[in-house]
Antibody, heavy 123, light 108 residues
Framework: QLQLQESGPGLVKPSETLSLTCTVS??????????WDWIRQPPGKGLEWIGS???????YYNPSLRSRVTISVDTSKSQFSLKLSSVTAADTAVYYC???????????????WGRGTLVTVSS | DIQMTQSPSTLSASVGDRVTITCRAS??????LAWYQQKPGRAPNLLIY???SLESGVPSRFRGSGSGTEFTLTISSLQPDDFATYYC??????????FGGGTKVEIK
């Protein structure tokens, strides 16, 4: 059964770079059937899509975060990663990794999610 | 961006009630809409895709409808396990993919 698991520091200092990794178990980020996503949720608030990556390295980013975001994929390790630079307290959130299907727009909904990891931005 | 507006933001209901949640898009999204259920401390779970298609394993008491700019999620008979927050998401445009603000279904 395919599962996603986020990992990374739970505390990041302001102005530094947030780095998270999502490991795909029971499957591979090398699949040509899916895009791999990062989505975040500030405490008590709604969901915000950060961006997506395909196994080939093709990416889509939320324009509101594009200048600070890099998503990369390592198919040999079945992992994909998020880097968010110049973080502030507003970036404090639960960060989820997820996936959606390849064909736009037919299956660009999120059918599998990780459990999420809380990242707090504080000095 | 396509803005997604859900109403109400909070809904109080009893077990057995019929519950309806509305999601409005700022422009037409055809039927490219999904609904998710989220319980406290858990990741969202896909319920409905393409506005009205039930995800595998989701109880049939959940029904989605609508097209264009107005959509509804109906729970025909609310069960104890259904008290949660529900989100809609549009995927007509990926610049960016956007969610509604959420509707919390509380026990009356």
């Amino acid at each position: 059964q395919l599962q996603l698991q986020e990992s990374g520091p739970g505390l990041v200092k302001p102005s530094e770079t947030l780095s998270l990794t999502c490991t795909v178990s029971g499957g591979s980020t090398g699949s040509n059937d899916y895009y791999w996503d990062w989505i975040r949720q500030p405490p008590g608030k709604g969901l915000e899509w950060i961006g997506s990556i395909y196994y080939s390295g093709n990416t889509y980013y939320n324009p509101s975060l594009r200048s600070r975001v890099t998503i990369s994929v390592d198919t040999s390790k079945s992992q994909f990663s998020l880097k968010l630079s110049s973080v502030t307290a507003a970036d404090t959130a639960v960060y989820y990794c997820a996936r959606h299907g390849y064909t736009w727009p037919v299956n660009w909904n999120f059918d599998l999610w990780g459990r999420g990891t809380l990242v707090t931005v504080s000095s | 961006d396509i803005q997604m507006t859900q109403s109400p933001s909070t809904l109080s209901a009893s077990v057995g009630d019929r519950v309806t949640i509305t999601c409005r898009a700022s422009q037409s999204i055809n039927t490219w809409l999904a609904w998710y259920q989220q319980k406290p401390g858990r990741a969202p779970n896909l319920l409905i895709y393409k506005a009205s298609s039930l995800e595998s394993g989701v109880p049939s008491r959940f029904r989605g409808s609508g097209s264009g700019t107005e959509f509804t999620l109906t729970i025909s008979s609310l069960q104890p396990d259904d008290f949660a927050t529900y989100y809609c998401q549009q995927y007509e445009s990926y610049s960016p993919l956007t969610f509604g603000g959420g509707t919390k279904v509380e026990i009356k």
